[in-house]
């Protein structure tokens, strides 16, 4: 019964930033570890980056490592993901996920319950 809600995509210029964020409702947020995934068009969806129910651990792929923050607020029920330095190559629809069983230490779509709609993050060079 969980819903996530992105927001915060757009058209923006390589070198930019964005900040893209993710609203919880139906469940308890704080329980959760959570996830932003990527797909651009052709391509499959890959991990982006994640972040604990408690937030003392992040992970990143390689591609967005030092470029992007994932972070959280669990008194708002919202996840983020700060890009900086946006490349083309980062275009893309982005997915908030969550993934019920915080103990689980996965990467793979497969293994998050809950997804939102997606927003578009276009990189113009």
């Known amino acids: 019964q969980v819903q996530l809600v992105e927001s915060g995509g757009g058209l923006v210029q390589a070198g930019g930033s964005l900040r893209l964020s993710c609203a919880a409702s139906?469940?308890?947020?704080?329980?959760?570890?959570m996830g932003w995934f990527r797909q651009a068009p052709g391509k499959e969806r890959e991990f982006v980056a994640a972040?604990?129910?408690?937030?003392?651990?992040?992970a990143y792929a390689p591609s967005v490592k030092g470029r992007f923050t994932i972070s959280r607020d669990n008194a708002k029920n919202t996840v983020y993901l700060q890009m900086n330095s946006l490349k083309p190559e980062d275009t893309a629809v982005y997915y908030c996920?969550?993934?019920?069983?915080?103990?689980?230490?996965?990467?793979?779509?497969?293994?998050?319950?809950?997804w939102g709609q997606g927003t578009q993050l276009t990189v113009s060079s």
């Open positions: 139906g469940g308890t947020f704080s329980s959760y570890n």
């Open positions: 996920a969550a993934q019920l069983n915080a103990y689980l230490n996965s990467y793979s779509p497969a293994t998050f319950e809950y």
């Open positions: 972040i604990r129910r408690s937030a003392f651990n992040t």
